[in-house]
C-alpha cells in the first residue's frame, strides 16, 4: 500500500487458524481465562480436536470484549462510506500447491477423481495465463489437466494460475483493504446448531481429520 498502512489479523469464531500448541482448557467462572496461558489449578486440558479449536476462538473474542475502549467522549464519524471490490488473477507460486490441486488418481488410481489430493474438499479451477498481470480474458482452464514433475515424479496441475479478490472500505477517516486469506471451511459451509455445546464434543469433534460440513 502506498505510503505504508497497518496489517490488521482477524480470527474468526473458529480458532483452526492458529497453531493450537499451547494448553486449552474449558473456561468457566472457576477456571478463568486470565492472560490464557497459565492454566487454572484444576482445569481439565482439552486434546488437539474440534472442541478445542472452537475454544481458541471463543477465548480470543472473549479476551477482545474485555479490552477497555478509548475516545469514547469522541467518536468518529462515518460521514463517508465506499466500499468497492476487484477479481483478479494470482500466479500460484507455491509448487506444493499445484501438487495438493491435483485429482487423488493423479497418485492413487483408485481415488475419487472429484476429490484434490491435498487442498480443500473440491477440484478448483486453475488457468493457463498469457503475461505477468493477466486478466480472465487472457487465460485459459486447465480442465483439471496435471503433468509428472521430471526430478520428483510428483504430479502438479498444468493451470498456474487462480481466480481470487480483494476488496476495499472507507468508514469516514479509516480504510481498509483485505487481501485473500485462508478460509476455514465451517466458516462458509456453516455449523450445525449445537456445535458449540460441550455435549456435542463426542458428536462433532471426537475426529479430528474430518470437518463438519453443516
Not at 477482545?64 to 488473477?89: H, Q, R, V, W
Not at 472507507?170 to 487481501?179: D, S
Not at 456435542?200 to 481429520?209: C, L
Request: net charge negative; charged share 20%.
Amino acid at each position: 500500500i502506498q505510503g505504508g498502512g497497518v496489517s490488521l489479523y482477524f480470527n474468526g469464531a473458529i480458532g483452526c487458524q492458529i497453531g493450537n500448541h499451547a494448553d486449552v482448557w474449558e473456561v468457566t467462572s472457576q477456571y478463568p481465562l486470565g492472560n490464557g496461558s497459565v492454566v487454572p489449578s484444576g482445569a481439565t486440558i482439552v486434546p488437539k480436536n474440534f472442541r478445542r479449536a472452537y475454544l481458541i476462538g471463543r477465548s480470543i473474542a472473549q479476551f477482545a470484549s474485555e479490552i477497555e475502549l478509548i475516545n469514547l467522549d469522541n467518536p468518529i464519524t462515518y460521514g463517508e462510506f465506499d466500499y468497492k471490490e476487484i477479481t483478479m488473477m494470482a500466479r500460484i507460486t507455491n509448487f506444493f500447491f499445484r501438487i495438493g490441486l491435483c485429482p487423488q488418481t493423479a497418485v492413487r488410481p483408485n481415488g475419487n477423481p472429484n476429490y484434490p489430493l491435498r487442498i480443500g474438499n473440491s477440484m478448483r479451477e486453475a488457468y493457463i495465463c498469457n503475461g505477468n498481470n493477466p486478466t480472465i480474458s487472457d487465460c485459459v482452464s486447465d480442465n483439471f489437466a496435471f503433468e509428472y514433475d521430471n526430478v520428483t515424479q510428483l504430479p502438479y496441475r498444468v493451470g498456474n494460475f487462480m481466480q481470487t479478490e480483494a476488496k476495499y472500505l472507507k468508514l469516514g477517516p479509516m480504510k481498509f483493504i483485505t487481501i485473500p486469506g485462508e478460509l476455514a471451511p465451517e466458516l462458509s459451509a456453516g455449523l450445525p446448531k449445537d456445535f458449540d455445546e460441550p455435549s456435542s464434543v463426542s458428536k462433532y469433534y471426537s475426529e479430528p481429520e474430518k470437518h463438519v460440513t453443516g
